[in-house]
């Protein structure tokens, strides 16, 4: 019973540190440097347990399987949360060959705000559509966009800071 103990304080505790760890670098990579600072606190504490039960049991192989399986199943789990807590924000760029006025009306109507450019590609005169959201909001803008315009090209990059600009709380439905 002790063993099994073990073996799970070892996965737990790598699971933990491992998704510690993910959205700890998220964080770095956003800016937020004390909230990374605090994450990784935690982490390197998880960490040093975690490790301190394996080397103390190197002569059992079934601790560094056990931690193996901690730290690719911690990847999975750290990913998994990052995507679900979408973090941060994002800056949207749609190419449409459509008239973009139906699709900026709607938008805004669902509180986006839109920048609208014209440009000029390889079949002629496109319109260039600029939205900047909070990352939860990715998926009502592929909702909005498919309604107007399922063809459209669209590329999203992080925005590490944000300043000015027309921000609305998006309406739910």
């Known amino acids: 019973m ?3 103990f073990g ?9 933990t540190d491992v998704s510690m760890a993910t959205v700890r670098m998220i964080m770095v990579v ?3 440097r004390l909230e990374a600072a605090l994450i990784g606190f ?6 040093i347990l975690a490790i301190g039960q394996v080397l103390s049991g190197l002569d059992n192989p079934v601790n560094v399987l056990v931690y193996a399986l901690g730290f690719a199943t911690g990847n999975y789990l750290g990913v998994y949360l990052e995507d679900k807590l979408a973090l941060g924000n994002n800056i949207i760029q749609i190419i449409t060959h459509h ?3 139906p699709i ?8 986006f705000g839109v920048t609208v ?6 079949d002629g005169i496109h319109h ?3 939205i900047t959201i909070s990352r939860k909001h990715i998926k009502k803008v592929y909702q909005i966009l498919d309604q107007f315009d399922s063809k459209a090209f669209i590329t999203i990059t992080d925005a590490r800071s944000i300043r000015g600009g027309y921000f609305n709380p998006i309406k739910r439905k």
């Not at 450019?117 to 390889?122: P, V």
Request: net charge neutral.
């Open 2 to 4: 002790e063993l099994m």
């Open 7 to 15: 073996y799970l304080f070892i996965f737990f505790a790598r699971l």
């Open 30 to 32: 956003k800016g937020k």
């Open 42 to 47: 935690f982490e390197v504490i998880v960490y």
């Open 99 to 101: 008239n973009p006025q």
């Open 104 to 111: 900026v009306d709607r938008f805004r109507e669902d509180g």
């Open 117 to 122: 450019m014209e440009g000029y590609g390889r």
């Open 128 to 130: 260039l559509l600029y």
